[in-house]
């Protein structure tokens, strides 16, 4: 059960951009390079997802985040990702974060040196987890990113 919901939550971010509900919604925005830090944040109901990184190299690049929740309202995922796949920024600093739900499950990937290949886990050495957030491990980190996915427990009870 909690492997097909995993990938029931992991497939939501396959939504067409712009797509939204009261139980998913994909947002386009900006990767801005120039080394400054920016966040950028998605809300559903009482459940956020928000990015926060700093880059360098080349120009903005667009990228996807897609939010969602489970039809009981007991998971909060939410993917954020370049959908050309290979990212040419490098990344300083990365720090995704669940507001509201309790992180279960996050992973980071770099996007596979051949087109046509699927993304490649980072090394755990090189990412951080904690209850809400997944960030880049200062001097592990390779710089390289190119999806991020989180997986959420909400609060939400029965009655």
């Known amino acids: 059960?909690?492997?097909?919901?995993?990938?029931?939550?992991?497939?939501?971010?396959?939504?067409?951009?712009s797509a939204s509900s009261d139980q998913t919604k994909t947002v386009e925005f900006n990767v801005k390079p120039g080394g400054d830090v920016h966040?950028?944040?998605q809300r559903i109901r009482g459940?956020?997802?928000?990015?926060?990184?700093?880059?360098?190299?080349?120009?903005n690049e667009q990228w996807l985040m897609s939010v969602g929740l489970s039809d009981d309202d007991r998971f909060f995922s939410c993917s954020?990702?370049?959908?050309?796949?290979?990212?040419?920024?490098?990344?300083?600093?990365?720090?995704?974060?669940?507001?509201?739900?309790k992180l279960e499950y996050a992973h980071a990937y770099s996007?596979?040196?051949?087109?046509g290949q699927s993304d490649v886990a980072l090394k755990e050495e090189e990412f951080?987890?904690?209850?809400s957030?997944?960030?880049?491990?200062?001097?592990?980190f390779n710089a390289q990113l190119s999806k991020l996915v989180l997986i959420?427990?909400?609060r939400h009870d029965e009655l």
């Open 1 to 17: 059960m909690y492997l097909s919901t995993l990938l029931v939550l992991s497939l939501s971010a396959l939504v067409p951009v």
């Open 39 to 41: 966040t950028f944040a």
């Open 47 to 59: 459940y956020e997802c928000s990015f926060t990184y700093a880059s360098q190299g080349g120009t």
């Open 80 to 101: 954020i990702w370049r959908p050309l796949g290979k990212s040419y920024l490098f990344f300083t600093q990365f720090k995704a974060e669940l507001t509201g739900a």
């Open 111 to 115: 996007a596979a040196a051949a087109a």
């Open 128 to 131: 951080t987890v904690r209850d």
């Open 133 to 140: 957030t997944v960030t880049g491990t200062v001097g592990k």
């Open 152 to 154: 959420g427990r909400t």
